[in-house]
């Protein structure tokens, strides 16, 4: 069991090689992952996000209690900035209507389940970053659709109340499930948490690899275009979350809990929200993959430059 426990480990600190090389086998062999049918996005995420409840606590959610101000504050710019920069975005790069619809989906959806490990990385406040996840993906089935149909809701149909339930059977149940499980059997959870990392890590990528198979025509054709998109709305997620902490008089640690869960978001669920709502627009679902490659290599940046922008405040 140790030795599963450190290929574990071992996979889930090299997330960013792992994805990459899946990305680049599918774009290259389609037929690697185009065998499995785009139906299999869903179960996967939730599977993820399963794992996310096994590690999560009711305790976790006490910081919502005890600090609403920061919360507040982290909520208002994960669900602000990111959408509108996506919005902005798409307009001053004069995106198609189904590559805008992706980033648009990219940039409404909750913070991503990495996060929490790149905030470590970087030294930020941990309290605050478990929770902004927890709040955000709570927060989801209500917020995202709305946020998607005031953004996109004029050049496409957009099925609130379709995606609402999406995301509650997707996000909200499974997650819901890992609690009752880390609760009322503690001694099961204890084994397979270590393993977690590494499900979470080969899900991620299976789901990445079945989008950009399924797509990989499309992505070759408009990567680039794309790829600047994506690029940009990480970056400035990030920085507009540490900027918008620094204005409101945040310590370093909380502005760099907040630029990464502003600058990381749930991509898998774009995706899958793209396949199961817009399959009719099959590149809707394209940034959503480049998204997942793009910010667990931005993210690992990130964690170095924070944290060593930690230890030059001390």
Same mark, same amino acid.
């Given at each position: 069991m140790n030795k599963l426990y450190r290929i574990s480990s071992l996979i889930s600190a090299n997330i960013t090689i792992v994805v990459v090389l899946v990305t680049a086998l599918a774009l290259l062999i389609p037929s690697s992952f185009d065998w499995i049918s785009t139906s299999s996005i869903t179960p996967m995420l939730g599977v993820v996000m399963f794992g996310m409840g096994l590690t999560l606590k009711p305790s976790d959610f006490k910081p919502v209690l005890m600090r609403p101000k920061d919360i507040i504050i982290g909520e208002l710019a994960q669900f602000i900035v990111m959408p509108l920069v996506a919005w902005l975005l798409c307009r001053l790069l004069q995106l198609p209507m /189904? +590559?805008?619809?992706?980033? #648009?989906?990219?940039? %409404? %959806?909750p913070g991503g389940t990495a996060s929490n490990v790149i905030c470590y990385l970087a030294k930020g406040d941990i309290a605050l970053s478990v929770a902004m996840t927890g709040v955000s993906t709570? =927060?989801? *089935? #209500? $917020?995202? *659709?709305?946020?998607?149909?005031? =953004?996109?809701?004029? /050049?496409?149909?957009?099925?609130?109340i379709g995606m609402f339930l999406s995301i509650v059977q997707v996000v909200i149940i499974p997650i819901v499930f890992g609690l009752a499980v880390n609760k009322y059997l503690s001694k099961f959870t204890e084994k397979v948490t270590p393993l977690l990392p590494m499900v979470s890590t080969l899900a991620i990528a299976a789901i990445i690899g079945i989008i950009v198979s399924h797509n990989s025509a499309n992505i070759l054709s408009c990567s680039l275009l794309v790829g600047v998109a994506v690029i940009l709305h990480n970056v400035?997620?990030?920085? +507009?979350?540490? $900027?918008?902490?620094?204005?409101?008089? =945040? *310590?370093?640690?909380?502005? &760099?809990?907040?630029?990464? /869960?502003?600058?990381?978001?749930?991509?898998? +669920?774009? &995706?899958?929200?793209?396949? &199961?709502?817009?399959?009719?627009f099959p590149l809707a679902a394209v940034p959503g993959a480049i998204f997942s490659t793009w910010h667990n290599f931005s993210g690992s940046i990130a964690a170095s430059v924070f944290r060593k922008l930690n230890n030059s405040l001390k």
């Open positions: /189904e +590559l805008a619809l992706g980033v #648009i989906l990219v940039g %409404c %959806c709570l =927060l989801a *089935p #209500i $917020v995202t *659709p709305a946020l998607v149909y005031l =953004l996109a809701g004029k /050049e496409v149909a957009v099925d609130m400035l997620g990030l920085t +507009l979350g540490y $900027v918008a902490g620094r204005l409101l008089g =945040l *310590p370093h640690d909380k502005r &760099t809990a907040i630029s990464i /869960e502003v600058g990381m978001q749930n991509s898998g +669920l774009a &995706t899958s929200l793209a396949a &199961t709502h817009f399959a009719m």
